[in-house]
């Protein structure tokens, strides 16, 4: 199994270039005023492959200015050769078209899946049988596994999409793989909701969005709710769910042809750090 690190810091992606990955995801996957600078992507860029690692280009769900910004972003990294960009707008996969070199590939705010939803009950309802099952199926499918949304993006150029470590999902995973698609499977974080407003900001009482501090570099919130029995937690502008991958799970990636696991980097999987990059590795290659 090959393991990619995912971070939109530069000293976390000092540390990462060190590590037994074998590519580095540099960008915010889903905060827009994250997108680093021109300058700090082309550091990014250098520094990770100076270290014979592949790189990717990792972008949000962007502001009309924000599709202004990014272009000078695509510009570079279309001359500079062939590279994957993760998109998670529609604007920034029809600027694409523009910029040849550069493959995209779907994020997770392209790739809907109902079962981010942290609560399972939602399948578990006192129903009849054959009524369960229909809910059970919609629930762990996602966007793609259908035929018209898949020729829909293979228009485009998309080889490659990110998922979530979902078990109960892996089937329909197999379906994806089996049509084309390189899956890529984000470990231990799954989003549950994005905000358009951070909380973050709000709680930390950042006057201004656009001036914001990022708090988010240091800290994040966990969210407790006894009734619901749920583990939450606030990073940023995301909600998301915290879980262990269990060997028992992995099982049913066996006979599947993933890309890659990706590995995020930031104070809510307390991996910040080179030695807990390669613990992490070795953790999750032990599963297989």
Excluded at 123 to 138: C, G, H, M, Q, W
Excluded at 163 to 182: R, S, T
Excluded at 256 to 274: G, H
Aim: net charge positive.
């Amino acid at each position: 199994m090959k393991f990619s690190i995912q971070t939109e810091d530069l000293n976390m992606l000092k540390e990462s270039v060190q590590s037994n990955c074998y590519r580095i995801r540099f960008g915010p996957e889903f905060c827009e005023l994250k997108t680093p600078s021109l300058s700090q992507l082309k550091e990014a860029y250098s520094l990770v492959t100076s270290k014979g690692k592949e790189f990717v280009y990792v972008t949000p769900f962007f502001s009309d200015s924000g599709l202004k910004k990014i272009r000078e972003h695509l510009t570079f990294l279309n001359e500079i050769g062939r590279n994957d960009i993760v998109v998670n707008d529609l604007g920034t996969l029809n600027l694409l078209k523009n910029y040849p070199s550069l493959k995209p590939h779907l994020g997770r705010q392209l790739v809907f899946i109902p079962a981010r939803c942290p609560w399972p009950q939602i399948t578990e309802r006192k129903i009849d049988s054959l009524a369960k099952s229909y809910v059970e199926e919609l629930f762990y499918q996602t966007s793609l596994n259908y035929i018209s949304t898949i020729q829909f993006y293979k228009k485009w150029g998309v080889d490659g999409i990110d998922v979530d470590w979902i078990p109960k999902c892996f089937p329909n995973y197999e379906f994806l793989a089996k049509n084309g698609f390189k899956l890529s499977i984000h470990t231990n974080l799954t989003p549950v909701t994005v905000t358009r407003r951070c909380h973050t900001a709000r709680f930390s009482r950042e006057k201004s969005i656009e001036e914001c501090s990022r708090p988010c570099s240091r800290k994040a919130f966990l969210l407790k709710h006894d009734l619901l029995n749920s583990n939450l937690a606030l990073y940023g502008n995301v909600v998301f769910q915290v879980k262990d991958v269990k060997s028992e799970e992995a099982k049913g990636l066996y006979n599947m042809d993933v890309a890659e696991l990706v590995i995020s980097m930031n104070p809510l999987t307390k991996i910040q750090k080179l030695e807990s990059i390669n613990s992490k590795i070795r953790e999750l290659d032990s599963l297989f």
